[in-house]
């Protein structure tokens, strides 16, 4: 971890220098190539604490910082940053690490003692997944795929819906009475196969349906593997939620009103008290996902991540002090994160794209899917950050040239392995001849993948991945061009740059697949 490395070089020289200032927060972010390798902002940060010039502050770190074979040169900038240059031989050291590692190469145990669990999708069962459901869906599974990268024992859950209002109202649709809601071919397909006469019961039979044989089908298109499908149902059916009120009764954080009974949530961080039952006596929702979460919270989870669709942006408060309560009562440590997923518009010639044969009134997730693949779809959902709106560019998708940065990555994997395959004669252990700027640039990415697990394990960015594997490529494609492998005038060279080749082949593919794309040897 460079950037670790760095950065306890820096508190050391902070204790050496100003032994009796408080350690400040500081960042290390990679510097324009122009200055450096790395640039850090600690002595401006330690200059404002103590009240003293920052330049002077940079100084005196600098006379402290030790170079231990990682350091090259050291800087001062601009009103005070530091600059580092990382010495050659440390790069060129971490070739022959990575290709040890291998598949192992940005995994870690740090997160060995946290057991993780993100519930994403979790659509009702009353349709074809949507385009949205997919940006939650890919997202979801990729942190998934980063938390087990760090270590973590991580549950993926899908949360079915399948009581209620809407369950109520699917059953209407596929008995084709006067409150039909839902419309489209599926629901043409499904209503000859339902045996029952209430609306009730043919919406159960429906979910369940559309659950096996829709829902679950689109998921495998994906690419993604769910350990656990949780019935909401099934909170009511096994008593968890009649219990759940019971104690939260015993508590004295419910009361009535109105006919009703709420919930003290305004106590706890929500802006007012909520519901649990109407004075028609329904249970509402907030109720049973408060009992869901109770439930996962008694499986052990330290972590609890949901992914949820931009219509429930109003219900995050509500969770997060229900969360509260179940905190106090069951002694849990843990953490609840809720992410939100913003809309999604397919457009295609500057124009959005609404219909749908197959749902009427939306494009479903397999129409598209079908239309540009898995990897792609993927990908492109994965490459816009969730809490701004999408604009899926279906044209761009559709491009099976390096215009199209899936396929521009994927074909940097292909290049690298027909180079590799073409190569025959011992492997290089020296590595001293790697000095261009290209090769250097080149290992700077590569060793970048380890912290990029870890922040985005802090962050939950994961639109960090997909940048990342664009600029490796890149890098890639710029050493490719300006210094030949195979041709090399020096065998010497020549050895050297095939073990980067290797070690590039080994992180691309370790990104792809934190990513959950495939990396082709053939294009």
Known sequence: MLKQMLKKQIQDAIKISFSKAEMPGFSIDDADSKFGDYSTNAAMILAKQIGDNPLEVAKKLIDNIGQDGLIETMEVAGPGF????????????????????????????????????????????????????????????????????????????????????????????????????????????????????????????????????YIKKTVKKMGIDFDHFFSEKSLFDNGTVFAMLERLGELRLTYEKDGALWLKTSDYGDDKDRVLVTKEGEHTYFAADIAYHFDKIRRGYDLLINFWGADHHGYVGRMQAAVEILRKEEDWNGELQIV?????????????????????????????????????????????????????????????????????????????????????????????????????ELIKELIKLPELVNEIVADMQIQKLTFYAIKLAESFHHFYENCPVIKAEDPKVSAARVQLLLATKIVLKNTLDLIGISAPEKM
């Open 82 to 213: 530091i600059n580092f240059r990382i010495q050659v031989s440390f790069l060129n050291s971490k070739i022959l690490e990575i290709i040890k590692a291998g598949d192992n190469f940005g995994k870690s145990d740090l997160g060995k003692d946290l057991k993780v669990n993100v519930e994403f999708i979790s659509a009702n069962p009353t349709g074809p997944l949507t385009l949205g459901n997919g940006r939650g869906g890919f997202f979801g599974d990729t942190l998934a795929r980063v938390f087990e990268a760090y270590g973590s024992k991580v549950t993926r859950e899908y949360y079915i819906n399948d009581r209620g209002a809407q369950i109520i109202a699917l059953g209407h649709s596929v008995l084709k009475d006067d409150e039909a809601v839902y419309k489209g071919s599926y629901i043409d397909e499904i209503a000859p196969r339902i045996t029952a006469k209430t609306p009730t019961e043919a919406g159960f039979q429906a979910a369940a349906i559309l659950t096996e044989e």
């Open 340 to 440: 939100i997923a913003q809309l999604v518009r397919l457009m295609s010639d500057g124009k959005e794209v609404k219909m749908s044969k197959r749902a009427g009134t939306y494009v479903t997730l397999d129409e598209l899917l079908e239309e540009v693949g898995p990897d792609v779809t993927r990908f492109f959902f994965l490459d816009r950050s969730l809490d701004t709106h999408m604009d899926f560019d279906l044209d761009l998708a559709k491009e099976k040239s390096q215009k199209n940065p899936c396929f521009y990555i994927q074909y940097a994997y292909a290049r690298i392995s027909s180079i590799l395959n073409k190569i025959d004669g011992d492997l290089a252990q020296d590595l001293a001849e790697l000095k261009e700027k290209e090769e250097l």
